[in-house]
């Protein structure tokens, strides 16, 4: 069995996959006379209009997985992007790859803070939402359309998801 090490998500260390969702370091202004700070323009997200996209606003409940967590599958939406923002603080795991064919050595693993969202850019390969702890309730926006937008592979190989200071020792 393979290991992938978790790493913190960070803008700079998330951006080839997409973008993080978070009110630090956002571009941010006071509206409705003073009394609500908007929180601008925090992800890129890619409905696939030009192929009769339109986006979707839903609620997935994820429930905890078994530890340690083994990483044996992977999708990807080839039409548009897929955003994952908690409703709560929960401790969830992101694990992607990069876009296109999918290359297991571009494998990436996240710890995500609980308040932390992630949307995953057109194309990239992630596995479904994979929570801690407790149940955890996401808003998810991502694209709605006549045509499937998922693909599924299974990995010819199983990956445990170990922590840094684990690999260390």
């Known amino acids: 069995m393979k290991t992938l090490t978790l790493e913190p998500l960070t803008r700079e260390a998330f951006a080839p996959f997409g973008d993080v969702i978070e009110l630090e370091g956002a571009r941010h ?37 078994p530890q340690p967590v083994a990483i044996s599958m992977m999708e990807r939406h080839p039409l548009g992007s897929q955003a994952f923002v908690p409703l709560a603080q929960v401790r969830y795991l992101v694990v992607v790859a990069p876009a296109g064919e999918f290359d297991a050595a571009g494998l990436r693993a996240f710890h995500a803070r609980g308040w932390q969202g992630v949307n995953y850019a057109r ?13 955890g309730d996401f808003i998810v926006v991502d694209r709605g359309g006549d045509q499937p937008n998922c693909d599924e592979i299974a990995l010819p190989e199983t990956y445990t998801l170990i922590e840094a200071a684990a690999r260390a020792a």
């Open 29 to 65: 202004f006071p509206i409705n006379a003073g009394t609500t700070e908007r929180f601008h323009d925090l992800a890129n997200v890619d409905i696939g209009f030009e192929s009769g996209g339109r986006p979707l606003i839903n609620v997935f409940r994820g429930q905890p997985r």
């Open 123 to 135: 194309g990239v390969w992630h596995h479904p939402l994979i929570v801690l702890d407790r149940e």
